[in-house]
C-alpha cells in the first residue's frame, strides 16, 4: 500500500532537545509487532505507532554529560580554592579528588551515549498522534507533529527537515553545560578558598557544596529562584556554623578570638553572597537556552501536514 507523508516510517529521523551530538537519529519499528507498510522512494517501509519508541543509534544525552561534567568543574574549583590557602599534602589529596572526579566524568559522558533506548522505552507512549488512523489497534504516529517524552527530560519529535533543528538544539544544549561547568568552577573556588586551613574543615565545606549540587540537579522541578535559594540556605548556614565547629578542630583553636571569627565569618558570608549570584545567573542562561530549544521543537510542530479530515483504516489482516 502506499501513502504520503506526514505519517512516519521506520527510518524516519528525529531530533531530540538534549541532544549534543547534533546529527538525528532514525527511528526503528518495535519488531515484536506486526506493521503496515508504505512505499517510499527507497523501498517499502513500516509505519510507526504510539508504542514505537525505539532509535537505531542513541544520542549524547545532556543529562547525565551536564551532571557529571559539572560535579567535575566542582571538585575541581574547590581543589583551586583550596591550592591558593594551602599547598602540601592537603593540595596533593584534593588534586587527587580532582583526578577521580574527572575520570568518573568521563566515563559518565562515553555512557550517556547508551541511555535513549531503556529510557524511551520506559517514557509514555507518544503523544499527538493522528487521532483516526489506527494500525494495529494503535494510533499512527506523524512527522512535525507527534512527540515523545523521554525519561531522561528530553522531548524528541520526527521532523522532515531534521538537520538544521539539530544543528540549533545541540548548539544551545553545549553552551548550556559550558554556562552551567563554569558557574560550578566558580563555586567550587569560592567554597575552597573560604574552607579555613584544617582538612576536616575543609572536607565539612566540600561535602556540603557537592551534596547539594547533587540534589539541586537531581530535582528537575527546581527554578532558577528555587536553585539560589537552596544554595543561599546551605551558604548560610555554613557560614552561620563556621565558628561553632572550627574551634572544635585541632589546628583551628586560633580561631577562638572574636576578631578571628568575625572576619572568616565575613569572608564566608560574602562568598556565599557572591556564588548565589552567580548561581542565579548561570541558572537563568540555562533556562534560557532550554526554551530556545523548545522553540525549535514549536518551529518544527509548525510544519505539520496532518490533515484533519483523514481518516484510514490500516489495520493488519493476516
Known amino acids: 500500500m ?26 526503528e519499528r518495535d519488531p515484536s509487532k506486526r ?15 504510539v508504542v514505537d519508541k525505539g532509535i537505531t543509534k542513541q544520542f549524547t544525552c545532556k543529562s547525565p554529560a551536564k551532571f557529571w561534567s559539572g560535579m567535575a568543574a566542582l571538585v575541581a574549583g574547590i581543589a583551586i580554592g583550596v591550592v591558593l590557602i594551602a599547598t602540601g599534602p592537603v593540595g596533593w589529596l584534593i ?17 550517556a ?15 499527538l498522534p493522528h487521532k483516526a488512523t489506527i ?12 512527540l515523545l517524552n523521554c525519561n531522561q527530560g528530553g522531548i524528541l519529535i520526527a521532523s522532515l527537515t531534521p538537520d538544521i533543528a ?5 548548539s544551545n544544549n553545549r553552551w548550556e553545560i559550558v554556562s552551567h561547568d563554569v558557574s560550578q568552577l566558580a563555586i567550587g573556588v569560592l567554597t575552597g578558598y573560604t574552607a579555613g586551613i584544617s582538612l576536616i574543615l575543609q572536607g565539612v565545606n566540600a561535602a556540603l557544596t557537592v551534596g547539594i549540587y547533587s540534589y539541586g540537579e537531581s530535582r528537575t522541578d527546581l527554578s532558577a529562584e528555587k536553585g539560589a ?7 548560610g548556614f555554613k557560614a552561620w ?3 561553632k565547629y572550627a574551634v572544635l578542630i585541632p589546628g583551628s583553636i586560633a580561631k577562638e578570638s572574636i576578631g578571628a571569627m568575625a572576619k572568616e565569618w565575613g569572608k564566608g558570608v560574602g562568598a556565599a553572597a557572591l556564588g548565589i549570584g552567580i548561581d542565579y545567573l548561570s541558572n537563568k542562561i540555562e533556562e534560557n537556552l532550554s526554551e530556545k530549544n523548545k522553540d525549535v521543537l514549536s518551529e518544527e510542530a509548525a510544519k505539520s501536514e496532518v490533515s484533519p479530515t483523514g481518516v484510514y483504516a490500516l489495520n493488519y489482516r493476516s
Open 113 to 127: 551515549k547508551h541511555v535513549c533506548n531503556s529510557a524511551l522505552e520506559a517514557s509514555p507512549d507518544w503523544t
Open 229 to 235: 535559594g537552596l544554595s543561599a540556605g546551605i551558604a
Open 241 to 243: 556554623t563556621y565558628d
Open 35 to 49: 506493521a503496515v507498510t508504505v512505499m517510499t522512494k527507497s523501498g517499502t517501509k513500516p509505519l510507526l505507532t
Open 135 to 146: 494500525i494495529n489497534k494503535h494510533k499512527a504516529v506523524l512527522y512535525n507533529r507527534s
Open 166 to 170: 539539530a544543528k540549533q538544539i545541540a
Open 95 to 111: 588534586l587527587g579528588a580532582i583526578a577521580a572526579t574527572a575520570a568518573l566524568a568521563a566515563v559518565a559522558y562515553i555512557r
Open 2 to 27: 502506499s501513502l504520503a507523508k506526514p505519517y512516519i516510517e521506520e527510518g524516519g529521523l528525529v531530533v531530540c532537545s538534549f541532544d549534543l551530538s547534533g546529527t538525528p537519529r532514525a527511528l
